[in-house]
């Protein structure tokens, strides 16, 4: 059973998209979730993560733009993107923060032209 990420697509630079995350029974912790990102030829980052008592972090690239939230009632996880850039271009995975090698599942991709 993995996470599962949707929400992608192809969008202009300047524009938005909002991804999210159902995270079924025990895959979703309330201690740490994260959204992950990997770039063609590039490794997975963390591009941000929502953690006890609704804490937040953010990779240095993505700050003010941006937001992760969750539902904790409904175990799901989101990402609001704006002022997409061109180098925001990745396949967009949830997990669990720190991150749990059995929950990867396939991601959503975006893709934004310039």
């Known amino acids: 059973v993995q996470l599962q990420a949707s929400g992608g697509g192809l969008v202009q630079a300047g524009g938005s998209l909002r991804l999210s995350c159902a995270a079924a029974?025990?895959?979703?912790?309330?201690?740490?979730m994260g959204w992950y990102r990997q770039a063609p030829g590039k490794g997975r980052e963390l591009v941000a993560r929502?953690?006890?008592?609704?804490?937040?972090n953010y990779a240095d690239s993505v700050k003010g733009r941006f937001t992760i939230s969750r539902d904790s009632a409904k175990k799901m996880v989101y990402l609001q993107m704006n002022s997409l850039k061109p180098e925001d271009t990745a396949v967009y995975y949830c997990?669990?923060?720190?991150?749990?090698?059995?929950?990867w599942g396939q991601g959503t991709q975006v893709t934004v032209s310039s």
């Open positions: 997990n669990r923060h720190p991150s749990n090698p059995r929950y």
């Open positions: 029974g025990s895959m979703f912790s309330i201690n740490g």
């Open positions: 929502i953690g006890h008592q609704s804490s937040t």
